[in-house]
């Protein structure tokens, strides 16, 4: 569908660690090829070279220098590392009319809608906190410590969900994959979106 409004929409997907929000994540970007990914800053260290296709890796010190000089659309402390969304290439995307999809923390997210009022919210919801716990510790990457702390933080994110507009249960992966197509393709559609299109056809009569 091509763009009518002038703008492109942005939609912005959250959701704690263990909710499988990567690997939907992953199939949607697969199915809706023109949807642009924004791909976010971190302090963190590389657990897999496939990290570099979602993150740009910065030292403290350049993270925090971004930070002073307002080049982040958000930005947050996540698990004692930064992780933040350059504002620059979202506002070129959608000043051209082509769609955005940013993945953050639910601290960067709450920062996000409230400097982009127009955007699409989707969070991504484990079935319960028990399938949480064993996707976490399947992972076998950290410490029970470490995991402990990331169910905890989870709980708080979860907690925020209200704060979006849409929630997604991923308990069957192809379904949860094919609710949030179904958000991108309705919030691309939405009536808001199309007035100014709809009084140039009207006007032309």
């Given at each position: 569908?091509?763009?009518?409004?002038?703008?492109?929409?942005?939609?912005?997907?959250?959701?704690p660690?263990?909710?499988g929000?990567?690997?939907?994540?992953?199939?949607?970007l697969?199915?809706?090829p023109d949807?642009?990914?924004?791909?976010?800053?971190?302090?963190?260290?590389r657990?897999?070279?496939s990290?570099?296709e979602?993150?740009h890796?910065?030292?403290?010190e350049?993270?925090?220098q971004?930070?002073?000089?307002?080049?982040?659309l958000?930005h947050?402390?996540?698990?004692?590392?930064?992780?933040?969304?350059?504002?620059?290439?979202?506002?070129?995307w959608r000043?051209?009319?082509e769609d955005?999809l940013v993945?953050c923390?639910?601290q960067?997210?709450?920062?996000?809608?409230?400097?982009v009022?127009?955007?699409t919210?989707?969070?991504?919801?484990?079935?319960?906190l028990?399938?949480?716990?064993?996707?976490?510790?399947?992972?076998q990457?950290?410490t029970?410590?470490?995991?402990?702390?990331?169910?905890?933080?989870a709980?708080?994110e979860?907690?925020?969900a209200?704060?979006y507009q849409y929630?997604?249960?991923?308990?069957?992966l192809?379904?949860?994959?094919s609710q949030?197509?179904?958000?991108?393709t309705a919030?691309r559609?939405?009536?808001a979106?199309?007035i100014?299109?709809i009084?140039?056809?009207?006007?032309?009569?």
């Amino acid at each position: 569908m091509p763009d009518t409004s002038g703008k492109g929409c942005l939609f912005l997907l959250s959701g704690p660690s263990g909710s499988g929000k990567d690997t939907i994540l992953k199939q949607v970007l697969a199915r809706l090829p023109d949807l642009h990914f924004s791909i976010s800053a971190t302090t963190r260290p590389r657990r897999d070279p496939s990290d570099d296709e979602k993150y740009h890796f910065m030292t403290r010190e350049e993270f925090e220098q971004g930070i002073a000089a307002g080049t982040f659309l958000e930005h947050a402390r996540y698990v004692d590392h930064y992780y933040g969304t350059p504002a620059g290439p979202i506002e070129a995307w959608r000043a051209k009319g082509e769609d955005v999809l940013v993945e953050c923390e639910v601290q960067g997210a709450l920062q996000i809608m409230q400097r982009v009022p127009d955007l699409t919210s989707i969070f991504i919801m484990p079935p319960s906190l028990a399938v949480l716990r064993r996707r976490l510790q399947n992972r076998q990457t950290e410490t029970a410590e470490q995991t402990e702390k990331r169910i905890q933080t989870a709980l708080t994110e979860m907690r925020a969900a209200p704060h979006y507009q849409y929630l997604v249960i991923n308990d069957a992966l192809e379904d949860a994959v094919s609710q949030v197509c179904g958000i991108i393709t309705a919030g691309r559609a939405a009536m808001a979106r199309h007035i100014d299109f709809i009084n140039e056809v009207l006007q032309s009569c």
